[in-house]
Nanobody
């Protein structure tokens, strides 16, 4: 079971990136897939989550309207399109999966069973 996050990089404020989370060794069909981020000196926070089967999506208030989560079940991959980036979006971004659905507790990191290694997003002002 492995999650591989990629797509991070250095971008100017206002720019965009597309982060990818590729799963191997299992199918994402029966999971909620979440994105979290952790900035230096701060706690890990939930950013977004999607239910692989229904396509339902959830967003933290801080990213609504700027970030979009999507999935490609054929590629067993979930994406996070991050637009209108701000300096406060600088963080290591992680993907993770939790059983069945995102649910009302999708922001709770301890509810997730498997985690990717993280990809660094740095936004320069």
């Amino acid at each position: 079971v492995q999650l591989q996050a990629s797509g991070g990089g250095l971008v100017q404020a206002g720019g965009s990136l597309r982060l990818s989370c590729a799963a191997s060794g299992f199918t994402l069909d029966y999971y909620g897939i979440g994105w979290f981020r952790q900035a230096p000196g701060k706690e890990r926070e939930g950013v977004s989550c999607t239910n692989s089967r229904s396509g339902s999506t959830y967003y933290a208030d801080s990213v609504k309207g700027r970030f979009t989560i999507s999935r490609d079940n054929a590629k067993n991959t979930v994406y996070l399109q991050v637009n209108s980036l701000k300096s406060e979006d600088t963080a290591v971004y992680y993907c993770a999966v939790k059983p069945v659905t995102c649910g009302s507790n999708w922001l709770l990191s301890y509810r997730y069973d498997y985690w990717g290694q993280g990809t660094l997003v740095t936004v320069s002002s």
